[in-house]
């Protein structure tokens, strides 16, 4: 991965789907100046995606938030509508807001690509977390392999924080 810590976040278009439609956005708008989180994913129905890494976080969006985050954000290289119909499956309600880098825009530009071709999945996401304030990375936790998800946990980014 390309960016680290103390990089700015890159000023990169995404979608977010707002009243049943695709909003396009620019990135650095949409976090905020805020202390968030940001985590990043292979594909929303994945198997690791759905099983441990969005469910950690709906799980512990709480107990994040009484750690000084003011939002958590979710991200896919999936288009908006899988994403939005992901976190409904997981019951997300306002505790994370899922956004969609369909064309890997903001993937490829932090060098978070992986070739997931031999599976059928194409292009996707490495598997990671960010903790953002003004839009600067304080921390970041990158998996070796996106069928991990130990590092970049809700659970680890909890004891980080």
């Known amino acids: 991965m390309k960016i680290k810590i103390n990089d700015q976040i890159p000023d990169?278009?995404?979608?977010?789907?707002?009243?049943?439609e695709p909003q396009k956005s620019k990135l650095m708008d949409t976090?905020?100046?805020?202390?968030?989180i940001l985590f990043g994913l292979p594909g929303a129905f994945t198997s690791t995606c759905s099983k441990l890494h969005l469910p950690g976080f709906v799980k512990n969006a709480e107990n994040i938030r009484a750690k000084g985050i003011k939002e958590?954000?979710?991200?896919?290289?999936?288009?908006?509508?899988?994403?939005?119909a992901w976190g409904e499956v997981n019951n997300i309600g306002n505790?994370?807001?899922m956004l969609s880098d369909p064309y890997l825009s903001f993937t490829s530009s932090i060098g978070a690509e992986v070739d997931r071709n031999s599976k059928g999945m194409g292009i996707r996401s490495s598997r990671y977390t960010m903790v953002i304030e003004n839009l600067k990375i304080l921390n970041i936790q990158v998996e070796k392999e996106t069928k991990l998800c130990g590092l970049s946990s809700a659970e680890t980014i909890l004891d980080i924080l």
Not at 12 to 20: A, F, P, R, S
Not at 72 to 84: E, K
């Open 95 to 97: 505790k994370i807001r």
């Open 31 to 36: 976090l905020g100046k805020e202390k968030i």
């Open 72 to 84: 958590i954000f979710c991200l896919s290289v999936n288009d908006p509508y899988v994403m939005n």
């Open 12 to 20: 990169i278009e995404i979608y977010q789907l707002v009243n049943g």
